[in-house]
Structure formats: structure tokens, C-alpha cells
């Protein structure tokens, strides 16, 4: 029989507190502690095994944007991955699981490299961590960018606020491209907003998400923060997105853009990522 087009893995560490990760492009689909959701999922994604899932935490590898070679945001996200190791509880009573994408013939279709992606999750009680590494097993050296697209779900962005920019330059690519420097405290959203922020601190704080909460956002090797929403106009050109839903979401994408991982033969990258509910 064939496979399913998607399938899950749910990782649960009781007290209504679970990570669901789709195989396709090994998505965090569903966050939620004390059954509260904290990632926003589109209800008009489509989980149809071929397309980019519209929301939760799609990941971004090798190519950040458009791409020469292959689609938006390259292959990761579209691809199916392996379920390396089953969710396991450890002895603190969190849950680990462990993902991994090889290259194939999908891959070197777009990019003709050997790699090994791999990506491991720990379910806390109010935390989720990530720890990702890209191994290079060939004889060229690798250079690709990376990103973790978190869709956070809020009641609304307009009263969301997100710390960490000030003092970083950005690239703003509402303005084709125009770099500026950000000068305010903390970053609020009132337009359609699609900003790469350079060499931003370890942590961000964004207040408002569900429950009115705060969530920290803390990042190891992952120099770039994106700051994306794409308001009403360009929600509408978003076929897998309602254009009512843009106030409920905020991207803050922690990743390494702006200038590319170069990573030599038999070396490995290594980022990580941490989200807590405060
Ligand atoms: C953001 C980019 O990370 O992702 C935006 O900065 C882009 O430019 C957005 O529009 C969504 O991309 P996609 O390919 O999932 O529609």
C-alpha cells in the first residue's frame, strides 16, 4: 500500500500539553501547552504531501526567498523526512523526538549535494526546543541559508509587540530591498511588514500572543530574525490563506539569512531555538 500523502507524530507530555510534527518538510503543526494552541495554521492550508504547509514552524533550507534553482524557500519544507527516533520520554518527563532529511534524487534535482539535516525536538512544559544540525559529508564545500518559519498565533497583531531590534539594521523587502536601522524599542505591527533584521540579539520577548501571554524566543547560531505579516492586500494573493486571517498571526523567523552558511567538507552546522511560554 502506498504511504499516506502526510502523516504525524505527536509528541505528548501529558497535562494536555503536546508538539505534532508533520513528516511533510517535518512541520510543527500544533503547539500546545495546557491545551492552549500557540502556533497559528492557516484554515485554508493544504496538507496535500506536495505544497509548503501554510503555518505552524515550516523549515527553510537550503535557500531563504526566491530561489534560481528551486521553489520559495527551497526544498525542506516540501519534502517528506524520517522519523529518525520515535518520541521518547526522558527522565525529567519531557518528550524527545529526532527527524532527518538525507539528499535524493529530489533534492539534487535543485541541488546537486550530499547533506544530512537533522532535527531534533524537546517538548517541556511551557517550552519547545529545537536543535538542528547540517552535516556536510561530501568533498565541496556547502553554502545554504536556513530559517525556522513560526507562524505564533496571536488574538491580534496590532497589539503584539516584539523586543530585541533596536540598534539593528534591516533589510525592508516592502521597499525592494532598502536597508534601515531600527530605532524603536520594540517592534509593533501596523502594515503589511516583511523585514530581515541583522545580527539581533540571543532573545526576543512578543507580547500578546494567546491568553494576552508573553513568549521568549531565544536563538543560538541563528544570527537574522524575519519579521513577516502580510496584511490584508498581499493576503489576498496567498491562495492557502484567508485574507480575514492576517491580525492572527505573527511571523518572528529566527535563521540564518542575510549572509549564507558556508560549511566546509565533513563539518557539521549547528543552531538552535528556544520558545517558552511566559
Ligand atoms: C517570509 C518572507 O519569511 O515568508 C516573505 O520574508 C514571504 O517574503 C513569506 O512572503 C511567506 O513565504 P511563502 O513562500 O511561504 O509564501
Same mark, same amino acid.
Given at each position: ?47 496535500? !504531501?506536495?505544497?509548503?504547509?501554510? *503555518? *505552524? ?7 531563504? *526567498? ?56 524537546? @517538548? ?13 559529508? !561530501? ?7 536556513? @530559517? ?15 523586543? !530585541? ?36 540579539? @540571543? ?26 505579516? &502580510? ?20 511571523? /518572528?523567523?529566527?535563521?540564518? /539569512? ?5 560549511? &566546509? ?9 528556544? @520558545?517558552?511560554?511566559?
Amino acid at each position: 500500500m502506498a504511504a499516506p500523502a502526510t502523516s504525524v507524530v505527536v509528541l505528548d507530555r501529558g497535562n494536555n500539553t503536546t508538539c505534532t510534527v508533520n513528516l511533510h518538510g517535518a512541520t510543527v503543526v500544533s503547539w500546545r501547552v495546557n491545551n492552549q494552541e500557540q502556533l497559528f495554521v492557516s484554515k485554508q492550508a493544504i496538507f496535500d !504531501g506536495k505544497r509548503a504547509i501554510r *503555518g *505552524g514552524i515550516p523549515i527553510v533550507f537550503p535557500q531563504f *526567498g526566491a530561489w534560481s534553482t528551486g521553489p520559495q524557500h527551497g526544498f525542506a519544507r516540501i519534502c517528506r523526512w524520517e522519523l529518525k527516533k520515535p518520541p521518547e520520554r526522558l527522565p525529567t518527563g519531557d518528550v524527545e523526538a529526532m527527524f532527518q532529511l538525507l539528499d535524493n534524487e529530489f533534492t539534487r534535482s535543485m541541488w546537486n549535494y550530499p547533506f544530512s539535516l537533522t532535527y531534533r525536538l524537546i @517538548l517541556r512544559e511551557k517550552e519547545l526546543h529545537f536543535n538542528i544540525s547540517v552535516y556536510n559529508p !561530501g568533498a565541496e564545500t556547502l553554502s545554504f541559508t536556513f @530559517l525556522l518559519h513560526t507562524y505564533f498565533k496571536v488574538p491580534d497583531v496590532r497589539r503584539c509587540q516584539i523586543t !530585541g531590534m533596536r540598534g539593528c539594521t534591516y533589510i525592508d523587502k516592502t521597499r525592494e530591498g532598502a536597508m534601515y536601522q531600527e530605532h524603536r524599542d520594540v517592534v509593533t505591527i501596523n502594515e503589511w511588514t516583511d523585514r530581515i533584521y541583522q545580527n539581533t540579539p @540571543l532573545e526576543h520577548i512578543i507580547t500578546n500572543v494567546v491568553s494576552g501571554r508573553k513568549m521568549r524566543m531565544q536563538k543560538y547560531n541563528l544570527v537574522d530574525t524575519v519579521v513577516w505579516n &502580510p496584511w490584508v492586500e498581499k493576503a489576498k494573493e496567498i491562495p492557502d490563506f484567508g485574507e480575514e486571517e492576517f491580525p492572527n498571526l505573527v511571523c /518572528v523567523e529566527a535563521g540564518h /539569512v542575510s549572509s549564507p552558511v558556508i560549511l &566546509p567538507p565533513g563539518t557539521v552546522f549547528e543552531a538552535s531555538q528556544i @520558545l517558552q511560554v511566559m
